[in-house]
Structures are given as C-alpha cells and as structure tokens.
C-alpha cells in the first residue's frame, strides 16, 4: 500500500479540527525549519536558467561533500520515480521495510520487486535499494559496507533523506567512481521545508545525463533555487539543527517510556516505538490534535517526529500522561 504519513485532511475528517489545530508529527520533518530568506520577485515571474541551476548544485555538492554530477528535482521523490525509466526492467530488490514509494515505483516501472531483510539478500539484484538511515526504523550502514555491496548489484540506490545528521554515513563522496550508484538527498526534511518540494540525485555523469534528460529543462523553481542556495551554504544553521536534535532525542523516548511504549529505533528527525496496540496510540493522540504515524505491515509500532516549540513539546506530554 501506499501509505504515507502527512495524511492531515484523513485526521481532520476523523478528529476534528483545522490544519493550524494540529500538530503533525507523522512526517519526520523538521519542526524548527530553515528561516524563510526573501525571494526577489524574479524568482517567481523567470523561467530557472541554467547557470542558476548550475549554481544551486554546486552548493549541494560543497554540502554533501562530493564532486559527484548532481540533479536537483522535485524532492527526493521526483528521483524515486524517475529511477526506474534508467535501466531495462529486471529484478529489483528493497531492503525492508522501509518507505513504500521505492518498491511501488519500480513495480509501476515494469520491475520484478522483491522486500528482502539483509543487504546479503540484495547480491545479485540488477537493482537494489538501500535507505540509510533507514525509514521507519533508523538501522544503519556504514559507507564502507555499501560500498562493497554496489559492486554486487547492477545499480544500487542509495536514499539518504535523513543522513543530513550523519554525514559518517554517506556514500556521496564515491558516487562519482563509476556507474552503477545512486544516491538520493531530501532538502525538505532536515530544513523543515518539504513544500518547497526539492532534492538531489548525485551519480556518475552518464546516468545523471539519462535522468536529466527524463526531468525536462526545469525540473525545480525559482524559489526552490532561491532558498536552496541560503540553506545549503549555511553551515552554522546545520550544526545547531543536528545539535539541538541529537539533545531532543532522549527528550521523546522519556515521553514515551512514560506512557509504556518501548523504543523500537529511530534517528535523530523521527523515533519508532512499540505499542500494545498502534491504533489505539495514534488515536489516543489524535484526540488532542496530534497525528502520528502507524503502518498496516505492523499491529504495534508507531513512529513520531520531534516536536518544534516548547508549546508542542508540552502538548505532547499531556497528551501521553
């Protein structure tokens, strides 16, 4: 199933209330989003050129730390479903579970998919995906064992959306060597801007070509552009953000040991826990406005972001005393 989280107008329609009622805590984005700069109005009446694009990935490369070819999309999504087109169908293997949007496109693509628990099942796929940090439950790898892994498979995809504070973990610095490896990068989850709707694939230049040429002459705006470059290049930003994360963490699972739930994983953007029961969670939330996210492969676990301001934090102890 394609399930998702950010479901608010299902939660409104259950539970009441209107968006600004709600917190929502089912995305693992960041609350505390990047502060918003002033778009001059040409951002939004001129078509993106070129070298504004140009400049844009270069910004994401210093941030990222590769010299990889990169391309800048609609999100890490617009990369998930444009993948597929990049290789003739075959089998293609998702280490599960993880977010569904992988196996549906490649499915949607032609693809023979296969979940499959270890990155040992995934040897001689002709692709194989691999989310690191893992989403829902944060297991990780290190760069080193996904570096071995890409030379057993035909394309590896690697989805980093939540690797921005775990930088140790990327093999964005590699993507550059040969064909054969794809990494992803989400802007929206750890600026906290997901409707700005941007990210990156990073690889060798000849699959960025193929997926460029799939992606049109302007596959970002102007505003994405825009606050794309402040963001990327405000490295003192990041740093507080991955600080002031890392500080929440404890902070959630102690609300949460305090109301029976056992932790189950998580990173630094999101947390995982294990319920006697996720549907009678997510509703006992739902009632004080709190919207959270469950998932129909499991009857117990129940995933939340991190609450931004001290109002949130407060309601979301009450709302589990």
Known sequence: MRDHGGNLDGAMARFGGDPSDWIDLSTGINRVPYPMPDIPPARWQNLPTKAEIAALC???????????????????QGAIQLIPQLRIPGEARVLAPTYNEHAASLRAGGWTVQDVPTLKDLHGADLAVVVNPNNPDGQTFSAAQLKALRDKVGLLVVDESFADPRPDLSVASIAADKPGLLVLRSFGKFYGLAGLRLGFVLGHGDDIAKLAEAAGPWPISGAAIEIGLKALADTQWAAQTTARLRSEVPRIDVIAAGAGWDSAGGGELFRLYATPNAEAAQDRLAKSHIWSRIFPWSPSLIRLGLPGTPAEWARLKDALD
């Open 58 to 76: 270069d910004a994401a490369a210093r941030a990222y730390r590769t010299q990889a070819p990169i391309l800048p999309l609609a999100g890490a």
